[in-house]
């Protein structure tokens, strides 16, 4: 039997402060139809504007992610995702009046109780697994970062974290089934440094911080008069201890809760992969940007695998949006290097373009006299053509752009093309465009048989 996907029973309401912003804020967690994932809603704003929980819209993760979507940004809503992931719920509206999801506590333990008390209706589509087919890794050395998802059979993570610290140490937390997401996972609360406190204060941030929704460690012994001058800060008096663990204005409510929260988070980070995944994570000292990297990554897999099986339809005999004469005036190219004969179809983010493959082609001389084969980098290059009617469109006169590659990774050529061959040349946007860089994915077909695909990166400069 197929999962179902799944929605809130009834609207959810609940209120209090954001961590960083102070503002008291309204959150309301509506029910939605099937295949409409998580969205949040600006109810304050003009418009009400929605803004979609996915990769794409992260534009912040210093302290706590951020979305922005059409000039509209949710901060801070890492624990909200995670108790509606955690509580598989696929669908859901989030309104809020503020910019800031509420703290809550420092955990997701309140939205979770609030909406398992809402309850679930079941819808009658199934659930929309992404099952993990290969590894899928984000790295950084310089900080000691790995985060890797491997093939696995349902969801599961594994998180190490390691700051270096005598008091935390070195912590695991493993979650082995999202059953347990709410019993052992959501329960547990951000932590902070004690020295970070002021620091974060000078700067406005934590302004709806008060000492009970983190767990704050003493990495060293502190005078009472400098914990009192903090507890002052966040109108909490009443702190004494000032040996190095743990502000005794709080209990542990596990061990190693501090990773148990940086498990939490990725729970969170990880449903902006638009989709409920079927994978094994394994995280070395995850944060906010590393997590939502990942998720970026998994959702480019996501693209690829759909734009796959999405084979673009070619009919001859409809007008082209481009002819030969028209793809001229947008590229610089000519004969015998240029390998789009027409584009068919051109939105934002894609194109389709069509080279018919003839007998005469000047590299057939070569490669090979008596087996002629289209050489694997010229199908390459025609892709990157459409590539650049693609991101030229977007600009004010492309006759004074260029787009030159930056990186070519994961190529795969699965069939000859050969002189008779008419080539459906297939080019999308994984990622929007940022500071004239792009990246983009590639399709070649023959009818319905893949030839070609890979991943590609190319800046686009403005011609001297």
Known sequence: MSEKQRTLGKEVILSGKGLHTGIEVTIKFKPAPANHGY?????????MPIIDAIAENVTDTSRGTTLTQNGASVSTIEHVLASLHGLRVDNALIELNGPEAPIMGGAAWKFTEAIREAGFRELKEDRNYYVIKQKITYSDEERGVDLIIYPDDHLSINVLIDYNSKILGNQYAILDSIDDFEEEISKSRTFVFFHELEPLHRMGLIKGG?????????????????????????????????TAGVLNNTELR???????????????????????????VVATR????????????IRQEIKKSQSK?????????????????????????????LFVDKIIALDETSVVGIKNVTFDEPFFLGHFPDEPVMPGVL????????????????????????????????????????????MIL????????????????????????????GEMTAQVVKNK
């Not at 969205?39 to 418009?47: I, S, V």
């Not at 009472?224 to 001058?229: A, C, F, G, H, S």
């Not at 099986?309 to 290097?337: C, G, M, N, Q, W």
């Not at 465009?433 to 399709?443: E, K, Q």
């Open 210 to 242: 008060d000492l009970d929704n983190a767990v704050v460690i003493l990495e060293k012994e502190v005078e009472q008069e400098e914990i009192d001058r903090i507890a002052r800060m966040f109108n909490r008096p009443g702190i004494t201890k000032h």
């Open 379 to 422: 199908i390459v290059e025609a892709l990157a053509q459409c590539g650049g009617i693609l991101v030229l469109s977007a600009v004010d006169e492309p006759e004074r752009y260029s787009t030159y590659f930056l990186k070519i990774d994961k190529l795969k050529f699965k069939h000859k093309v050969v002189p008779g061959d008419t």
């Open 39 to 47: 969205k949040f809603c600006r109810t304050d704003l003009p418009g």
């Open 426 to 453: 297939k080019m999308e946007m994984i990622e929007p465009m940022r500071r004239g860089i792009v990246i983009m994915f590639g399709h070649a077909y023959v009818g319905n048989r893949l030839v070609a695909e």
């Open 309 to 337: 099986l999405d084979i673009p339809a070619y009919d001859p005999s409809e007008p082209p949006v481009y002819t030969l004469e028209d793809i001229k005036k947008r590229l610089p190219h000519r004969h015998p290097f």
């Open 254 to 280: 596990y061990p190693n809760e501090p990773a148990r929260h940086k498990l939490l988070d990725i729970m969170g980070d990880l449903a902006l992969a638009g989709q409920p995944l079927k994978g094994k």
């Open 286 to 297: 995850p944060g906010h940007f590393a997590n939502t990297r990942l998720a970026r990554l």
